[in-house]
């Protein structure tokens, strides 16, 4: 039987992924020389081995092996390998967390009910570091009435390095390369990542460990079927390859690993709203639903997809005639 778990983290979680294939060519040659380099964030953490001292992997590496080849077979073990693929992803791909600011405050911008009185939001700017120059702000959505409440954490943009799996195939269907994304957001991702820029098959993780860290806990990943940001079939393989965490738990992995494609394209809209409250009544209320959420649109779907979307939206009106003087 699976540990009682405690707390509940729902994510949503948009993968970053395809955008034109017409890009040119020179977009991805090498960083862009105009670019700033990012420090390195100093961390009493060592460091860990550059492009050169590591291996080739051709398969996407596996979550329950840790890196001296022992295998995960239990709970207990999980916690030392779930600790070693943090350190791993801090230090090649999102950057290791700086220390605590210490000055964080917070001031309110915007208070209002909505929902037809039923939700309160909050917006809220924390100002943070040297002079508190530095801004971030918030949503905060919480019913009117009531509480507490379990706590959904939607981050506006993909998690860092949330790219097509650098592993997969050339398809068809195409996305965004590591490469491409590091020349277009450099600063999302940690600075050692920018050695990978071309041996992306000595990476020593994949986008699959974001998920199976979440492991016992409910996750459903949130997509489109005409989003030309994301690549289904590296969604697909980052859910197939992070199943074997949660199976470590005894969880129901197509229950707890979720995922649900709505008919929109790179968005966030109601139908996403309506699967993620589906998905969390039936995790914390036990609350039954029609809905799947283990199933991926086939191939033929996908390529019907755009045209059907095409057809719903509502004709254009009509340019207003005006007769000549």
């Given at each position: 039987?699976?540990?009682?778990?405690?707390?509940?983290?729902?994510?949503?979680?948009?993968?970053?992924?395809?955008?034109?294939l017409?890009?040119?060519?020179?977009?991805?040659?090498?960083?862009?020389p105009?670019?700033?380099?990012?420090?390195?964030?100093?961390?009493?953490?060592?460091?860990?081995?550059?492009?050169?001292?590591?291996?080739?992997?051709?398969?996407?590496?596996?979550?329950l092996t840790?890196?001296?080849?022992?295998?995960?077979?239990?709970?207990?073990?999980?916690?030392?390998?779930?600790?070693?693929m943090?350190?791993?992803?801090?230090?090649?791909?999102?950057?290791?967390?700086?220390?605590?600011?210490?000055?964080?405050?917070?001031?309110?911008?915007?208070?209002?009910?909505?929902?037809?009185?039923t939700?309160?939001?909050?917006?809220?700017q924390?100002?943070f570091?040297?002079?508190?120059?530095?801004?971030?702000?918030?949503?905060?959505?919480?019913?009117?009435?009531?509480?507490?409440?379990?706590?959904?954490?939607?981050?506006?943009?993909?998690?860092?390095g949330?790219?097509?799996?650098?592993?997969?195939?050339?398809?068809?269907?195409?996305?965004?390369?590591?490469?491409?994304?590091?020349?277009?957001?450099?600063?999302?991702?940690?600075?050692h990542l920018?050695?990978?820029?071309?041996p992306?098959?000595?990476?020593?993780?994949?986008?699959?460990?974001?998920?199976?860290?979440?492991?016992?806990?409910?996750?459903?990943?949130?997509?489109?079927?005409t989003d030309?940001i994301?690549?289904?079939?590296?969604?697909?393989?980052?859910?197939?390859?992070?199943?074997?965490?949660?199976?470590?738990?005894?969880?129901?992995?197509?229950?707890?690993?979720?995922?649900?494609?709505?008919?929109?394209?790179?968005?966030?809209?109601?139908?996403?709203?309506?699967?993620?409250?589906?998905?969390?009544?039936?995790?914390?209320?036990?609350?039954?639903?029609d809905?799947?959420?283990?199933?991926?649109?086939?191939?033929?779907?996908?390529?019907?997809?755009?045209?059907?979307?095409?057809?719903?939206?509502?004709?254009?009106?009509?340019?207003?005639?005006?007769?000549?003087?």
């Amino acid at each position: 039987m699976p540990p009682p778990i405690r707390s509940f983290l729902l994510l949503c979680f948009v993968w970053a992924a395809p955008v034109a294939l017409a890009q040119s060519a020179a977009l991805v040659d090498g960083p862009d020389p105009r670019e700033i380099p990012l420090p390195s964030i100093k961390s009493a953490q060592p460091s860990l081995p550059g492009v050169a001292a590591l291996p080739v992997r051709a398969e996407m590496p596996a979550v329950l092996t840790m890196n001296d080849g022992t295998k995960i077979t239990t709970p207990t073990q999980w916690k030392l390998r779930r600790e070693e693929m943090k350190r791993t992803l801090e230090y090649y791909a999102v950057g290791r967390m700086p220390p605590p600011p210490g000055n964080v405050t917070g001031r309110g911008l915007k208070s209002e009910t909505v929902a037809a009185g039923t939700v309160h939001y909050r917006l809220v700017q924390l100002s943070f570091g040297p002079a508190e120059k530095l801004h971030l702000d918030i949503g905060i959505f919480t019913p009117a009435q009531g509480g507490p409440f379990p706590a959904i954490i939607s981050p506006a943009r993909s998690p860092p390095g949330a790219t097509l799996l650098p592993r997969l195939p050339a398809r068809p269907r195409q996305s965004e390369t590591l490469d491409v994304m590091q020349k277009k957001y450099p600063n999302w991702f940690s600075p050692h990542l920018h050695e990978f820029w071309g041996p992306r098959e000595k990476l020593p993780f994949d986008q699959h460990w974001f998920l199976a860290l979440c492991a016992p806990r409910p996750f459903i990943t949130l997509e489109g079927d005409t989003d030309t940001i994301s690549l289904p079939e590296a969604v697909r393989q980052s859910v197939l390859a992070a199943k074997p965490a949660y199976a470590l738990f005894g969880a129901n992995t197509p229950d707890r690993l979720g995922v649900n494609y709505a008919k929109h394209g790179h968005a966030f809209t109601a139908d996403d709203w309506t699967a993620m409250m589906d998905f969390a009544d039936h995790h914390l209320l036990n609350k039954k639903t029609d809905r799947r959420f283990d199933r991926f649109p086939t191939e033929a779907e996908l390529d019907a997809a755009p045209a059907a979307a095409r057809a719903a939206r509502p004709a254009p009106a009509a340019a207003k005639q005006f007769p000549l003087p």
